[in-house]
Each structure stands twice: as C-alpha cells, then as structure tokens.
C-alpha cells in the first residue's frame, strides 16, 4: 500500500502546526522575547515542513515494512 502525495502533504502541515508551536514555547523560555520566538518558529516552519514532505515522499518508495495485499485477500 502507497501514499498519494497530498497525503504526505496534509500530514507534514499538521505535524509543523504541533512542531512550530513547540518551538515557539521553547524559544520563548529561553530567550525571553515573544516576537524573536515566533521569528524562530516561522522560519523552521517552512523548512522542517519541506523536509518532512521529502522524508515521507523517500520512506514512501521503499518496502521495508510493507505488506503487499492482492485481491481476494483479506488480513484480520
């Protein structure tokens, strides 16, 4: 069984939204500045978004872990 693409796209803006407000409360703890916190969030926003989506699109190719089901065949 494959992922589409948008698949791996949905999944990555949903995992940035939870990492970036992560990141957004670490910063801020650290440097104490709300506005450089969220500057730190917006970038790594887009980059981890983007190397998520290439991660994703990689594991998708390979079939370690996979179970290949052909028709008429039903796994319980």
Same mark, same amino acid.
């Given at each position: 069984? %494959?992922?589409?693409?948008?698949? %791996? +796209?949905?999944?990555?803006? %949903?995992?940035?939204? !939870?990492?970036?407000?992560?990141? +957004?409360? +670490?910063?801020?703890?650290?440097? $104490? *500045?709300?506005?450089?916190?969220?500057?730190? $969030? $917006?970038?790594?926003?887009?980059? /981890?978004?983007?190397?998520?989506?290439?991660?994703?699109?990689?594991? *998708?190719? +390979? /079939?370690?872990? /996979?179970?290949? !089901?052909?028709? $008429?065949?039903?796994?319980?």
């Amino acid at each position: 069984m %494959s992922e589409k693409p948008y698949r %791996s +796209i949905v999944k990555a803006v %949903s995992w940035r939204m !939870v990492g970036t407000f992560d990141t +957004i409360i +670490i910063s801020y703890l650290i440097v $104490g *500045n709300m506005k450089f916190a969220v500057s730190i $969030g $917006g970038v790594e926003l887009f980059t /981890k978004m983007v190397l998520y989506f290439l991660h994703e699109r990689a594991w *998708n190719r +390979i /079939k370690f872990g /996979k179970i290949t !089901v052909k028709d $008429g065949d039903y796994q319980i």
